[in-house]
C-alpha cells in the first residue's frame, strides 16, 4: 500500500540554524500539506500546497517559514532560522484532487531545538 | 472559523465490549468529518469520513461512526474492542467546499484490557 514518508525521523538542532523537513508524497496525489504537534498539544494545520504554490497557511507559518517541491517526488519544509518554540512534531500529509479524499500522512519527524 | 471537542481525554473498556469514543465540531458551513489513530512512533492512519449521504459511516478494522447534524456530533464506534484497538484517537473537521485544512481534536486515548 503507497504511503508518506519523512525523513529525518528526528533531528536536533541548535536555536537558529536552519532545517529542511523532507517528505514523499503518495505518488498520485496533487496536494500536500505540513502539520505540526508540540508535546502534549493538538494536531495544528501549518500550509497547503497545490499546483506549485501554497493554496492556504495558517498564521504559525510566518516568514520564517517555506515549502517546495523541488522535484516530482519531494516536498520540504524550510525553517530558516529555528527557535526553541519551533520543538515539535512535524506530519506530511498528501491528498488526491477533489473535495471528499481524506488526508494521508507520514510517520513525521520529531525536531528538537536546543 | 472551525473546531472540534473531544470531551474525554481518555476511554477505558474491556476486550469484547463496546466502545464509543467521542466528538462534537464547529464549523460555519457544512462539514467534513474524521476520524484518525495513532500509534506509538506512527504517524496518523485514517479511518473512516463522512462527506454526505448515510449518516452512518462505516471505516477500517470495524470501526463506524454516526454524523448527527442536529447534535454536532461524529461519534466513533466498535461493537466490540479488542486489545489492538489501544491507540490516540483524532476527530477532525474540515468545511465543504473549498476548505482543505483540517482542524484537530486534542486526542482520545483508548487504552483496552484483556
Known amino acids: 500500500e503507497p504511503e508518506v514518508t519523512q525523513t529525518p525521523s528526528h533531528q536536533v538542532t541548535q536555536m537558529g540554524q536552519e532545517v529542511i523537513l523532507r517528505c514523499v508524497p503518495i505518488?498520485?496525489?496533487?496536494?500536500f500539506y505540513w502539520y505540526r504537534q508540540i508535546l502534549g498539544q493538538k494536531v495544528e494545520f501549518l500550509v497547503s500546497?497545490?499546483?506549485?504554490?501554497?493554496?492556504?497557511k495558517s498564521e504559525i507559518f510566518d516568514d520564517q517559514f517555506s515549502v517546495e517541491r523541488p522535484d516530482g517526488s519531494n516536498f520540504t519544509l524550510k525553517i530558516r532560522s529555528t527557535k526553541l518554540e519551533d520543538s515539535a512534531m512535524y506530519f506530511c500529509?498528501?491528498?488526491?484532487?477533489?473535495?471528499?479524499?481524506?488526508?494521508?500522512f507520514g510517520p513525521g519527524t520529531r525536531l528538537t531545538v536546543t | 472559523a472551525q473546531s472540534v471537542a473531544q470531551p474525554e481525554d481518555q476511554v477505558n473498556v474491556a476486550e469484547g465490549n463496546p466502545l464509543t469514543v467521542k466528538c462534537t465540531y464547529s464549523v460555519s458551513g457544512n462539514p467534513y468529518l474524521f476520524w484518525y489513530v495513532q500509534y506509538p512512533n506512527r504517524g496518523l492512519q485514517f479511518l473512516l469520513k463522512y462527506i454526505t449521504g448515510d449518516n452512518l459511516v462505516k471505516g477500517s478494522y470495524g470501526f463506524e461512526a454516526e454524523f448527527n447534524k442536529s447534535q454536532t456530533s461524529f461519534h466513533l464506534k466498535k461493537p466490540s474492542a479488542l486489545v489492538s484497538d489501544s491507540a490516540l484517537y483524532f476527530c477532525?473537521?474540515?468545511?465543504?467546499?473549498?476548505?482543505?485544512?483540517?482542524?484537530f481534536g486534542a486526542g482520545t486515548t483508548v487504552t483496552v484490557r484483556a
Open positions: 500546497f497545490y499546483n506549485n504554490e501554497i493554496s492556504e
Open positions: 477532525a473537521v474540515r468545511r465543504f467546499p473549498n476548505d482543505y485544512k483540517l482542524s
Open positions: 500529509a498528501s491528498s488526491e484532487p477533489g473535495q471528499g479524499f481524506e488526508q494521508y
Open positions: 505518488s498520485n496525489h496533487l496536494y
